[in-house]
């Protein structure tokens, strides 16, 4: 893990004699453990505490060593076993176009065996490597392994870490405002010259900023004191640079085609490394999935009546008339099927009613969406009128291939109406990407089955290696239980069963040392259940809107329980923030309880879902793609909080007599 220097908090890479060399100041520091900043980054304002005492940040590009006893890049004296057959089969890829499928567990090195064969390869090729993530910690470790390639090898490595552009703006204000509203703000500053961020950087400033292999905290932190707008001098960077890390979005949303425009670049330039593969489908869904509701019409109208606009306050009445008729006869909660053109003819015969000019779909939702900027123009941070267009815009212009995309309606009993559309399968919109880029390695510790993820991101079968490595952990170390006579089905579900799961929960947190987690398939099922626990060790709850700041201190609670002998007892949700991507290092969990199978709740949606894999991928596909599958990688995440290091000892207690069958 990464570690950082106590005097400015800039990174610490390996230096000569044993120490760590900061990339920002230049001290020397003994090797010692992480520390906790390791696990997850500190929040916005550590990220730019040598900005906040005034301190400027110099660049201190990293040199490449003289380290030859490993030839390439491989950041390691040795490798790792599951790490060699990993990187053979990479390597095999790259040199084919292909795309490597890789389902490899915790601890086989996965960031170096990915990066050291794609960097050798794009360098020698002029193509760019592009590491994607999800997350934050990832940035960070994958910085990590760069300056230890760049330590051990005979070569630089131009890297630039990005985020979105909102999350890398340094005005205070950015980080209060709407999406919309925020590129308003940077576009009306840049139009008028005002922001202070807004000079360019110069070739040569660029050019360090890639061999100084900064993380985004530090390119901010660098930018920030420059007076540089750091998304904009991170673009430019990364036009000459060899790695790019950032978020998927970068190429599996919208933004892509504006990112590849930008790099001056095509797909097949591109060699792309996908972490935590995992997370891919539901991002991609979350990208092409929202919802309309009479609420929100409701709000748009009073903001059309503020503004003294008849028309675009009509439009929304149409609008919701049009919701309200398509649940008509329907009883609270109801939900059906709607066609896409079925809204829009509604929407138009509603808005023409005692009209003698006739209106079009296309116009109404031109109509509120300039009201939404006229709201937004006026110093607002959101506009309900702006959000209506741009899903109603959505709801017509979104494709729909193989009908991937269901359209819903239901009410909720209280004069609402909630009108959705829902990505049930992401393939027409990864597939593009699979199909025309160089060559791609998806990698997780829980792509099961490898065969879904291949059909669910569209990656083509005749490029797609599939293989699975061993765990590098032995097997001696952890111990799986199956506790019979429980069940979190729906069928199953009453105070007695809560009363006697929680029972048993307390008994085992009585006789294990050290912190046991629990998790559950929902907050709903955590608070019934995790009300009746009485124990002695400190219990402590995830919460919904948790932050940052927050899965900090819980960690170090948990340390610190650790360490004091008398333990803790966390109660978390399989799926949420803290059973999926924490690293509790160190055996800090003696034992990890999985209360039942998270499987979705009986709705249209799941029912369209499989039926629409049915029909795309085969019958027997369909219930274990859109049911089945999905809730056991969140089994697998939660249950891979356990055993983090080949000396961690422990207990997995499944806890569901499903599980058994």
């Not at 060399?21 to 500190?42: I, T, Y």
């Not at 990832?138 to 990005?162: F, N, S, W, Y």
Request: charged share 25%.
């Amino acid at each position: 893990m990464a570690s950082f220097c106590p005097k400015c908090r800039g990174l610490l890479i390996p230096g000569k004699s044993g120490t760590l060399v900061c990339v920002k100041c230049g001290g020397a520091e003994k090797r010692g453990s992480s520390s906790l900043g390791d696990f997850l980054p500190s929040d916005h304002d550590d990220k730019r505490a040598g900005a906040r005492r005034g301190e400027k940040i110099t660049l201190k590009p990293i040199r490449p060593g003289c380290d030859g006893s490993l030839s390439g890049y491989f950041p390691y004296p040795q490798m790792r076993e599951g790490q060699r057959e990993f990187v053979s089969d990479w390597s095999h890829s790259l040199g084919e176009g292909g795309i490597l499928l890789a389902y490899a567990p915790t601890g086989i090195g996965k960031t170096a065996a990915a990066l050291a064969p794609a960097v050798e390869y794009a360098k020698a090729s002029g193509k760019t490597v592009c590491f994607l993530t999800s997350k934050q910690s990832q940035h960070h470790v994958a910085i990590e392994t760069l300056r230890l390639m760049v330590g051990r090898c005979a070569k630089p490595i131009g890297v630039v870490d990005m985020i979105n552009k909102q999350d890398m703006c340094p005005l205070p204000e950015a980080r209060e405002l709407f999406s919309k509203r925020f590129l308003e703000f940077c576009a009306a500053r840049q139009k008028r010259r005002s922001c202070e961020f807004g000079s360019g950087a110069d070739s040569g400033v660029l050019k360090d900023m890639r061999e100084s292999l900064l993380h985004n905290e530090e390119l901010v932190g660098y930018c920030e004191d420059h007076l540089l707008c750091p998304h904009k001098a991170g673009l430019e960077a990364a036009k000459g640079a060899d790695v790019i890390i950032c978020d998927y979005n970068y190429f599996f949303s919208d933004l892509s085609e504006r990112m590849l425009e930008h790099l001056d670049k095509e797909l097949g330039d591109i060699v792309l490394v996908v972490d935590e593969a995992h997370n891919l489908p539901d991002r991609v869904r979350s990208n092409y999935t929202d919802r309309l509701t009479v609420n929100m019409l409701k709000e748009a109208k009073a903001e059309a009546n503020k503004h003294r606009d008849a028309a675009a306050a009509h439009h929304a009445d149409a609008v919701i008339d049009a919701l309200r008729e398509l649940v008509d006869g329907g009883s609270p909660q109801d939900e059906r099927s709607v066609g896409g053109i079925q809204l829009v003819r509604g929407i138009e015969r509603f808005s023409n009613v005692q009209r003698l000019d006739r209106v079009d779909y296309k116009e109404i939702v031109s109509r509120l969406a300039n009201l939404g900027d006229t709201v937004l123009s006026q110093g607002a941070d959101y506009s309900y009128s702006y959000e209506c267009a741009r899903f109603l815009q959505a709801w017509v212009n979104d494709e729909n291939p193989n009908g991937s995309v269901a359209r819903t309606v239901r009410s909720d009993g209280d004069e609402n109406v909630i009108l959705s559309y829902f990505l049930m399968d992401p393939s027409p919109m990864c597939a593009p990407v699979f199909r025309n880029v160089h060559s791609a390695i998806v990698m997780s510790g829980t792509l099961y089955p490898m065969e879904m993820y291949r059909d669910i991101l569209g990656i083509p079968k005749d490029r797609c290696l599939m293989r699975e490595y061993a765990s590098p952990f032995p097997k001696e170390n952890r111990l799986t239980l199956v506790a019979k006579g429980f069940s979190t089905a729906y069928k199953s579900r009453s105070e007695e069963s809560y009363r006697a799961m929680a029972v048993e929960i307390q008994r085992i947190a009585a006789s294990v040392p050290g912190n046991v987690a629990c998790f559950f398939p929902s907050y709903k099922l955590m608070e019934e259940i995790g009300g009746f626990v009485d124990t002695s060790k400190k219990l402590i709850r995830e919460d919904r809107s948790m932050g940052k700041e927050q899965k900090q201190a819980i960690y170090r609670e948990l340390v610190e329980l650790k360490n004091s002998g008398s333990g803790g007892l966390l109660l978390g949700v399989q799926g949420g923030s803290l059973s999926e991507g924490v690293d509790y290092k160190d055996n800090l969990l003696s034992v990890v309880v999985i209360v039942g199978l998270p499987l979705a709740p009986p709705s249209l949606d799941v029912e369209l879902t499989i039926n629409h894999f049915e029909r795309t991928y085969g019958k027997a596909k369909g219930k274990d793609y859109a049911y089945v599958y999905p809730a056991m990688n969140k089994v697998l995440q939660a249950a891979g909080r356990l055993i983090r290091s080949e000396t961690d000892r422990g207990v997995i207690v499944l806890m569901d007599e499903r599980f058994a069958w």
